[in-house]
C-alpha cells in the first residue's frame, strides 16, 4: 500500500501540450511538496502545500500550477511544455503542523521528456 | 559556496567497510535530513536528525548543532547500499536546502 504515489510514472509528450501529474498521500499528512530533479541530480522545491494552502512558490514559470483539492492530494497541471520542462518531478508529503520538522516521505518521482 | 556542502562526492569501497560521508551546513536549522536515492531513481528518507545520533540497521547518522555537521555511517557495507545519499536541512519555514549529494558505489 503505497504511501506516496504519483502518476503517471513515465510521460512522454510533445512541445506546446499541456499535461499534469497527480500526487496523492495516505499517511495523513498535512504538507504536501513539488520538487523537480533536474539534469545534474539537484532536487528543487517548486511548491508546498500545508492543509490545501500554498506556502511556498518558488520561482518557476506560471506554466506550471498546482492544485490542491484536499490535503491528501497535490497535483501539477503544466501549460506549453517546453524541452526544460524535461525531468524527474517528485512529491513529497511531511506531517509537519506548523513546525517544518516532519520526515519527508517520496513518491516514485515522474519522469516528464518534451520532445 | 552552496549552504550545504557534502563530502566527498564520489565514493567508491569494498564490501564490508566502513563508509561515512559527511554534510557540513552553514544555516540555522530545525532539522537535518538523509536520504537515498537509488539508480532506479525513487528517493527513501533515512533518517530526520535535529540532534544527538540514531540508528538504524547498519545506518548510524550523527549530528553536532555546534559545529553545524552531520555524519552518515554505513557499517559492513554492501554492494546494495549503492546510491546516491543526499543531505538537506531545514532552514526557514518549510524551506529545505540541498546538498548535491555523494554517490557511493560499493563492489563485491
Known amino acids: 500500500d503505497t504511501a506516496v504515489s504519483q502518476t503517471p510514472k513515465y510521460l512522454v509528450t510533445q512541445m506546446g501540450n499541456d499535461k499534469s501529474i497527480k500526487c496523492e498521500q495516505n499517511?495523513?499528512?498535512?504538507?504536501m511538496y513539488w520538487y523537480k530533479q533536474d539534469s545534474k541530480k539537484f532536487l528543487k522545491i517548486m511548491f508546498s502545500y500545508n492543509n490545501k494552502e500554498l506556502i511556498i512558490n518558488e520561482t518557476v514559470p506560471n506554466r506550471f500550477s498546482p492544485k490542491s483539492p484536499d490535503k491528501a492530494h497535490l497535483n501539477l497541471h503544466i501549460n506549453s511544455l517546453e524541452l526544460g520542462d524535461s525531468a524527474v518531478y517528485f512529491c513529497a508529503s511531511s506531517q509537519d503542523a506548523g513546525q517544518g520538522t516532519g520526515e519527508l516521505f517520496f513518491g516514485e518521482g515522474s519522469r516528464l521528456t518534451v520532445l | 559556496k552552496n549552504e550545504v556542502e557534502q563530502s566527498p562526492q564520489n565514493l567508491t569501497a569494498q564490501e564490508g567497510e566502513f563508509i561515512t560521508i559527511n554534510c557540513s551546513y552553514s544555516v540555522g536549522i530545525s532539522a537535518l535530513h538523509w536520504l537515498q536515492q537509488h539508480p532506479g531513481g525513487g528517493i527513501v528518507s533515512l533518517f530526520m536528525l535535529s540532534s544527538g545520533k540514531k540508528k538504524h540497521g547498519r545506518l548510524i547518522a550523527t549530528i553536532n548543532i555546534q559545529e553545524k555537521h552531520s555524519s552518515l555511517h554505513i557499517t559492513a557495507s554492501h554492494p546494495r547500499d549503492s546510491a546516491v545519499y543526499i543531505c538537506a536541512v531545514r532552514g526557514s519555514n518549510y524551506q529545505l536546502i540541498w546538498g548535491a549529494g555523494t554517490k557511493l558505489i560499493i563492489k563485491p
Open positions: 499517511l495523513g499528512h498535512d504538507t
